[in-house]
């Protein structure tokens, strides 16, 4: 029977299964040996070198999207030859559209090469290193090691599997994306009782966006609710939100002939269903844990609060860079919710088997995340026509560096040249002026964004009598206007 060859077998094969028995022993007593913070270490390198892997490849295959990663590419590569901030894309200064001069860090990168791989390799460094912190946070409140590998690998692989965070990334790139490991630190330091070093970091966060001042309001509500702290609290409320009607009433105008748009979608009321839906899934990872120990997760309630009282259904949806200040400060706050609070509750019911529990958790988030990015590598491989592609680009703008050139949306993240353009609309050509190239590329399978239609585009492009088709060009597409129409 095969039940008693398979006993006869093990029998049989007694002595390899004590070597191998012995093997594991010395395994586990040489891993207990390690520190546990060279395992966060190892965890948050391997994501960094995925998601390095993802993004270049995203980029050599022309899948980044022109909003917002060409935007902040173009503002830099603006910056690099002098001209601080200018949008290409927006024809202003950018200043005028969201304050972010963090932007100006990546300037002398694109003085070694000009290149959007630059700021996308500094977005999966900051991205990736969250672990590392999250490990450094749980010190504060346990010396446990044990307590504190166990919170810190559960919560550092459940922030690579967060839904709403790695929609944050998955959308290149936002400035604000940058700064969760900042807020991660600002966080450890108002724990430590640092108010000074915390102080400087809440106030570095203003270069990222205007809106990380909702982070400074959170951390003053937490230290209030939270600690006790109520004059250092409502003085963090009262400068957050000071600075931040400073910035979109003052400055922003400055360099804006609108004033600061975003002002526009307010809208509390509407959507009701499709916010309540938002929060339950930016909650249910978590298991509700931030609202159930409110005193902790109120550190949050701010940046959630701008997601939710506009009537534009980006922000709360979860698939877009909207939660890449809400993320963070969820995940700042877990640590002392369940070492400080949840475990030893879990002690009181004589729950000693908590750790068995992690398999319905990440189970549970697994339900809400996206595939792996790696997932892409395989779908859309690079090809030679992606290679060509790129060169021709740089020819195109080493034959044209004067010339203002509109763009198909997928081809402008690749090019560095000040006067371009993304080409929105196929008709919007009426308003060009004499000596514009416009340059599609419709035999790649690339996006279009705005532009519905392609090929429809395609032909009216090249039946149109004002606009010369320019030659040397074998996968891109290349038209100049003769005058204005």
Not at 30 to 48: A, M, T, V
Not at 421 to 433: A, T
Not at 461 to 472: A, C, M, Q
Request: aromatic share 16%.
């Amino acid at each position: 029977m095969p039940i008693a060859a398979f006993i006869t077998s093990l029998i049989a094969n007694r002595n390899l299964i004590v070597r191998i028995n012995k093997s594991a022993k010395n395994i586990h007593r040489f891993c207990k040996k390690i520190n546990p913070i060279y395992y966060i270490i190892f965890i948050s390198l391997f994501f960094f070198i995925v998601w390095t892997a993802s993004f270049f490849h995203s980029y050599s295959t022309f899948s980044l999207p022109t909003w917002d990663a060409g935007i902040y590419g173009n503002i830099v590569f603006n910056s690099s030859i002098g001209k601080f901030f200018y949008s290409s894309v927006l024809e202003k200064n950018h200043l005028g559209e969201h304050f972010s001069p963090i932007m100006i860090i990546f300037i002398p990168f694109y003085w070694i090469k000009s290149d959007l791989r630059w700021i996308l390799l500094v977005q999966a460094l900051t991205y990736c290193s969250l672990p590392i912190l999250l490990y450094r946070l749980t010190k504060i409140y346990t010396a446990d090691i044990n307590i504190r590998f166990f919170v810190s690998i559960l919560l550092g692989i459940s922030w690579f599997l967060y839904l709403p965070m790695r929609s944050a990334t998955d959308f290149t790139f936002h400035p604000s994306s940058l700064a969760a490991p900042f807020i991660l630190m600002a966080f450890i330091f108002l724990e430590e009782g640092k108010y000074i070093k915390m102080l400087i970091i809440l106030g570095g966060l203003i270069l990222f966006k205007e809106n990380t001042m909702f982070v400074s309001i959170g951390f003053g509500l937490y230290l209030i609710f939270k600690h006790k702290k109520i004059k250092l609290g409502l003085a963090l409320v009262f400068m957050g939100s000071i600075t931040m009607l400073f910035l979109i009433k003052l400055v922003i105008p400055l360099f804006s002939i609108n004033g600061y748009s975003k002002l526009e979608r307010f809208g509390i009321f509407q959507d009701s269903g499709l916010k309540l839906k938002y929060i339950i899934h930016l909650l249910l990872p978590l298991f509700f844990l931030p609202i159930l120990f409110w005193r902790y997760g109120v550190i949050f309630l701010p940046a959630l609060f701008q997601n939710i009282i506009v009537s534009f259904q980006p922000m709360y949806s979860s698939q877009y860079h909207y939660d890449d200040l809400t993320s963070p400060l969820l995940f700042a706050c877990m640590p002392g919710i369940i070492i400080l609070e949840l475990l030893p509750f879990l002690r009181k019911l004589n729950f000693t088997y908590f750790k068995f529990t992690l398999v319905p958790i990440f189970a549970l988030i697994l339900c809400f995340s996206k595939p792996s990015p790696l997932m892409s590598l395989a779908l859309n491989p690079i090809t030679n026509l992606h290679i060509e592609l790129d060169k021709e680009l740089r020819i195109l703008t080493s034959k044209f560096k004067n010339e203002k050139i509109y763009l198909q949306s997928p081809l402008f993240t690749h090019i560095n040249h000040s006067p371009s353009q993304d080409f929105k609309f196929c008709n919007e050509r009426i308003k060009f002026k004499k000596g514009t190239l416009i340059a599609i590329a419709p035999n790649a399978s690339l996006s279009h964004f705005n532009i519905k239609n392609l090929d429809q585009c395609f032909y009216s492009l090249k039946s149109d009598n004002n606009l010369l088709e320019v030659k040397g060009f074998k996968n891109l597409s290349v038209f100049q206007l003769k005058k204005d129409y």
